[in-house]
């Protein structure tokens, strides 16, 4: 068979409601707790549980539900491309296009707040130009052939890049090092970001679901695999690896989250022709009950590794990628078996475009930041000093979110959609 064969299972004949719903539910939740973590005064329940606590809050499972969902999205994005004829090694190319995409906004966003003494001018015009230059580079254009789109749209794209250039060159920020001195730094990748991280942990999905794309087995395999990866990375297995601990996790970044990704892949094939659940019924079944393994798994490695986000444990890992099973079959049973979508109307243009949600909240509040430096009306963000604090600022916040989802629907409609 050649390279360019159609080798991937057959693709669904209907998109799956239920994943954009899922996504858009997951990013509105993010823009939520990323908001509502500035309020004073909350729930304990309503913060990320410490390194070293023993447990997990449901601000704990955004990050990897969103990893989830990825793993969930490269099955039907490999497939269609395979199923239209493309070559392996283009596939790849689009892979390794995306990971460095995601890696390079992660980097750019993990370095905010820049220095503004040392950079000699305000850290918020930084970022609020990076966000910018953001929308300008991976903005998805209509594709033309004339008229002034044929210049227009790549003339766009390449200011974007020379303003990240731009950016990247005139970076400066601080570092606080062990003594308590701080320091001017360039540019570091330091822990890649969450984009960063998702980047990582997606190529880590695609490089095992490409060549094991038909054995469902083989991905759930591939997690256990992932889970030890994390297990030797902290015996010190990697110590003497040179150059790549020093950039990446290899146990945290690559196993761990890694495997989060290939579990939302696993439920991804089973809507694929070929699968052992040919039925709605069969689907469902097999979510809960790959779920409740999930589960048992995490429980079992609990007395070796606690459960802890920021140590990414595969105690962590297991567990919340079981609970993600399990919420994704009752969405999917709502949705695409029972019919009743209406719901996630609200929500849809999160999941159809969520990276620009994702990055939205910071635009508008650099906005509003960088419009009171250049007037000198007010100095920061007003609207944090609004409800700031208990019930009242959760309020707040969940206005914030679902404004910002609004908004990325409006922008939707001018064309101002993000694809990595």
């Given at each position: 068979m050649t390279d360019t064969a159609v080798t991937a299972p057959t693709l669904p004949p209907t998109r799956l409601a239920s994943m954009d719903a899922f996504r858009g539910l997951t990013i509105l939740i993010m823009i939520f707790v990323n908001d509502v973590a500035g309020v004073k005064g909350i729930p304990w329940w309503m913060k990320h549980a410490d390194t070293k606590d023993d447990f997990m809050t449901f601000v704990d499972l955004v990050f990897p539900a969103f990893l989830f969902i990825v793993g969930m999205a490269i099955p039907f994005a490999i497939g269609r491309r395979r199923e239209r004829g493309e070559a392996l090694w283009r596939v790849w190319a689009h892979v390794l296009v995306r990971t460095a995409g995601l890696l390079i906004v992660g980097v750019f966003m993990v370095?905010?707040?820049?220095?503004?003494?040392?950079?000699?001018?305000?850290?918020?015009?930084?970022?609020?130009?990076?966000?910018?230059?953001?929308?300008?580079?991976?903005?998805?254009?209509?594709?033309?052939?004339?008229?002034?789109?044929?210049?227009?749209?790549?003339?766009l794209r390449g200011i974007g890049i020379g303003v990240l250039i731009t950016m990247a060159i005139a970076y400066r920020g601080k570092s606080t090092g062990a003594d308590g001195v701080e320091t001017v730094v360039r540019m570091r990748t330091q822990w890649w970001g969450i984009l960063g991280l998702i980047g990582w942990a997606y190529l880590v999905g695609c490089a095992c679901y490409l060549p094991l794309r038909k054995q469902i087995a083989g991905m759930v395999g591939m997690i256990t695999l992932l889970s030890l990866l994390f297990v030797a990375d902290d015996k010190g297995l990697f110590n003497s690896v040179p150059f790549l601990p020093g950039y990446v996790g290899i146990g945290s970044q690559l196993g761990s989250h890694g495997s989060i990704v290939v579990a939302?892949?696993?439920?991804?094939?089973?809507?694929?022709?070929?699968?052992?659940?040919?039925?709605?019924?069969?689907?469902?079944?097999?979510?809960?009950?790959?779920?409740?393994?999930?589960?048992?798994?995490?429980?079992?490695?609990?007395?070796l590794y606690i459960i802890s986000k920021n140590l990414a444990t595969p105690t962590w890992c297991l567990m919340c990628s079981g609970i993600c099973c399990w919420l994704f079959a009752a969405i999917y049973l709502l949705m695409d078996v029972w019919g009743f979508t209406k719901w996630a109307a609200i929500i849809r243009p999160a999941g159809e475009n969520p990276l620009l949600a994702y990055i939205l909240p910071s635009i508008v509040g650099g906005a509003i930041t960088c419009f009171g430096i250049a007037t000198g009306l007010y100095k920061g963000n007003p609207l944090w000093s609004v409800a700031n604090a208990g019930g009242a600022g959760i309020v707040r916040s969940v206005v914030w979110a679902f404004a910002i989802v609004a908004l990325t629907g409006l922008l939707g409609r001018i064309r101002v959609r993000l694809r990595l």
């Open positions: 370095n905010m707040p820049a220095n503004t003494d040392a950079m000699g001018f305000p850290a918020q015009y930084w970022s609020l130009a990076v966000y910018l230059a953001v929308i300008l580079v991976w903005n998805d254009y209509p594709k033309t052939d004339d008229g002034p789109g044929r210049w227009l749209f790549p003339a939302g892949c696993v439920l991804g094939m089973l809507f694929f022709a070929g699968s052992s659940a040919q039925s709605p019924r069969d689907r469902i079944i097999w979510m809960l009950v790959f779920g409740l393994g999930l589960v048992a798994a995490a429980w079992m490695i609990h007395p």
